[in-house]
Nanobody
Framework: QVQLVESGGGLVQAGGSLGLSCTAS????????MDWYRQAPGKQRELVAH???????HLADSVKGRFSISIDGGSLTAYLQMNGLKPEDTAVYYC???????????????WGQGTQVTVSS
């Protein structure tokens, strides 16, 4: 069974930094990509950062210049480094992965449980 385990998050003052990590575990044949989404209260879930297993990545305009995403293919872990945090970054952050499990011939989507990031003004 494949699982995504997130860590990091918490409470920080505006201008501060936090780091999130997400590790895929289980019977995995191939990791295609990992993403970070966030959902603030009353708002839709939005894509924050996306990275392919080869390192090609994309950041949402709202976080460019402040956030960075990286991936360690060996440990199947994606990292989201968040600097210059703003109160509007407050949300539950979800890890998402596209990967092919050992018992499948096609890739599937998996989600982490979410981790709260709160930025105080």
């Amino acid at each position: 069974q494949v699982q995504l385990v997130e860590s990091g998050g918490g409470l920080v003052q505006a201008g501060g930094s936090l780091g999130l990590s997400c590790t895929a575990s289980g019977s995995i044949f191939r990791l295609e990509a990992m993403d970070w989404y966030r959902q603030a209260p009353g708002k839709q879930r939005e894509l924050v950062a996306h990275i392919l297993s080869n390192g090609v990545h994309h950041l949402a305009d709202s976080v460019k210049g402040r956030f960075s995403i990286s991936i360690d293919g060996g440990s199947l872990t994606a990292y989201l480094q968040m600097n210059g945090l703003k109160p509007e970054d407050t949300a539950v952050y979800y890890c998402h992965a596209v990967l092919t499990p050992l018992d499948s011939e096609s890739s599937r989507d998996y989600w982490g449980q979410g981790t709260q990031v709160t930025v105080s003004s």
